[in-house]
């Protein structure tokens, strides 16, 4: 499913300046480069495996429709902006948060907010995929998501599950993009099921026949102008192949959880995705998103937010723990966001409604200081007062958080050289 990694290595497009950017050989000998002992696709091999054998990982709890941050990580108490919700105190003196979000209260010593996002968009579609890209969408180039580039840059090639999984009913097309289908993500609408059409039912032997007819079939096909197409259903297949034959198929049965550490992720279907994120990164997976919906408050914003943060309050707070109890938290990447905030000022039908200018995430794990607010808002949260953090800017941060080279060039369809990230600077306040 990973084998495309010899994109990466592409000489033509890559060489250009990548090597002695932010210390891109990792562990590899500079002096051994220096003396070119190493050619450049041995250089960029070397580099990959550090960093898979580093097992780092990321995943991403996404707030999609645009959560509120008066009333999650920015609450503006006795300001008419800040409504009715109020702040609370946190296990870090001097950090108030929204009181919908106690228990992560109680985890903030492990988590460096980010007060001062600003994007540009305040379209959904256009502000998730320059959330998950970095770029805006365009007909003519398929911009890969970061967790597709984590996929490429970070994952083992011998891993026999997906590495890159969606779990929830997310929103947009954003996947693997120009670095082809075998780093779309796998799609999961819920985690409280086993994944459907998993089990060879009448055993391996038949199993693997069946796929060596499917190759016979195909093949007059890709000799007669379908080259691209078998080629990319084969990978698929494969993929697809792997996994039902994985004797590790059972980490997506969270049943298989002693009953208190599922009591501890709650009940919700935002707690069964973040528990299954948990056992997916344990096993060997890179990049999990779980989708948490319905942050689209443009009416009756308070008790809306209220219910949404009881979903997931406490799945983001056992989340931590459990990376942290388990040593994995140092190397897993845990981010909180949304594709843009909501405005400041309430709507008349008590709603808030989108708002790009100024809004709010949250990281922990990886290296990242926890224990820290970045930026901050004015008075009522119309403008940012300090310390603006832009979208490339966060993409970047991630990038670094991970281990990957955000400055990697991709050529495109059209014969464009794409990088993972186009501009922004590392935010270096959050790693202390």
């Not at 993009?177 to 998993?198: K, Y």
């Not at 279907?269 to 319905?294: D, I, K, Q, S, Y």
């Not at 809306?304 to 707070?317: F, G, I």
Request: net charge neutral.
């Amino acid at each position: 499913m990973f084998d495309n990694f010899h994109r990466l290595t592409d000489v033509r497009v890559n060489r250009r300046g990548v090597i002695g950017r932010r210390d891109f050989l990792g562990t590899v000998s500079a002096s051994a480069a220096v003396a070119g002992t190493l050619n450049w696709p041995a250089l960029m091999t070397a580099r990959a495996d550090d960093l898979r054998q580093r097992g780092m990982a990321c995943i991403l709890l996404w707030m999609q429709g645009g959560p509120s941050q008066l009333e999650t990580f920015d609450p503006k108490p006795g300001h008419a902006n800040g409504g009715e919700t109020k702040a609370i105190e946190t296990s870090v003196p001097g950090i108030r948060i929204s009181e919908n979000l106690p228990n992560v209260a109680r985890a903030m010593d492990d988590i460096c907010l980010i007060r001062s996002m600003n994007g540009r968009e305040g379209s959904h579609p256009r502000a998730t995929h320059l959330m998950q890209t970095g770029y805006l969408p365009t007909a003519s180039v398929k911009y890969p998501s970061i967790g597709a580039h984590a996929a490429n840059q970070l994952a083992d090639r011998s891993f026999d599950l997906p590495s890159y999984v969606r779990i929830g009913r997310g929103r947009g097309s954003y996947g693997g993009g120009l670095l082809g289908v075998e780093f779309d993500p796998f799609l999961m609408a819920s985690a409280t099921r086993v994944p459907d059409n998993t089990t060879v039912s009448h055993g391996d032997n038949r199993y693997r026949r069946r796929l060596g007819l499917l190759g016979k079939l195909e093949s007059h096909y890709e000799q007669h102008g379908g080259r691209q197409e078998v080629g990319d259903h084969r990978k698929l297949v494969n993929a697809a192949s792997r996994m039902v034959l994985s004797p590790r198929m059972d980490v997506f049965d969270i049943e298989q959880e002693p009953e208190s550490v599922r009591q501890a992720y709650g009940d919700s279907e935002f707690g069964a995705g973040c528990l299954l994120a948990r056992r997916l990164v344990e096993t060997g997976a890179t990049f999990v998103e779980v989708h948490a919906g319905n942050w689209d408050t443009h009416d009756d914003n308070f008790d809306r937010v209220r219910d949404l943060c009881t979903q997931v309050d406490q799945p983001h707070a056992a989340l931590l723990a459990d990376l942290k109890q388990r040593g994995m938290l140092d190397r897993t990447l845990v981010v909180w966001a949304g594709e843009f905030g909501r405005t400041p000022k309430i709507n008349p039908r008590s709603g808030r409604d989108h708002y790009p200018r100024a809004y709010s995430a949250a990281l922990a794990g990886a290296g990242v200081k926890g224990g820290q607010v970045i930026g901050e808002t004015d008075a009522g949260g119309e403008s940012i007062k300090d310390r603006p953090v832009g979208v490339s800017d966060f993409l970047r941060t991630l990038c670094q958080a991970l281990g990957l080279d955000a400055d990697i060039e991709h050529m495109s369809n059209i014969g464009r050289p794409i990088k993972v990230v186009d501009g922004g600077e590392v935010v270096r306040e959050v790693f202390g």
